[in-house]
């Protein structure tokens, strides 16, 4: 009597397949850059000091200020901090008259309310 043999290719066909290994989630923070320690402490510093005002930034010693003829060379804003620097020096007869030389260089530049009072 004969008997047929399936080859194991054939075999393996009829066999229910293995479930297809299910991948792990992802960590909370996969794909984000660990911060490093030094970046950690840079990070530190800037949220625990408050930014400086921007007057303090141009702010300089009225000894330093350049002459009020220098003011009507640069642009509007930074024309505008320089009038802020020389009210932070106490200086407010040439902010005043700065100011008078801004408003008739550039009429339709809004003024900052800050500087407003001045005009008056």
């Known amino acids: 009597f004969w008997r047929w043999q399936a080859p194991d290719a054939l075999w393996e066909d009829m066999l229910p397949a293995a479930p297809a290994p299910v991948a792990a989630p992802p960590a909370p ?12 402490q840079v990070q530190a510093q800037n949220e625990a000091a408050p930014a400086p005002p921007v007057v303090a930034v141009f702010a300089a010693p ?17 024309w505008l901090e320089r009038i802020r620097a020389r009210l932070a020096a ?31």
């Open 90 to 120: 106490g200086r407010e007869d040439e902010a005043r008259r700065s100011l008078r030389r801004f408003v008739e260089a550039h009429p339709g530049h809004p003024l900052p309310d800050d500087l407003r009072a001045l005009t008056e």
């Open 29 to 40: 923070d996969a794909g984000r850059e660990r911060p490093t320690v030094e970046r950690r």
């Open 62 to 78: 009225a000894a330093e200020l350049p002459p009020l003829e220098d003011d009507q060379t640069l642009a509007p804003e930074p």
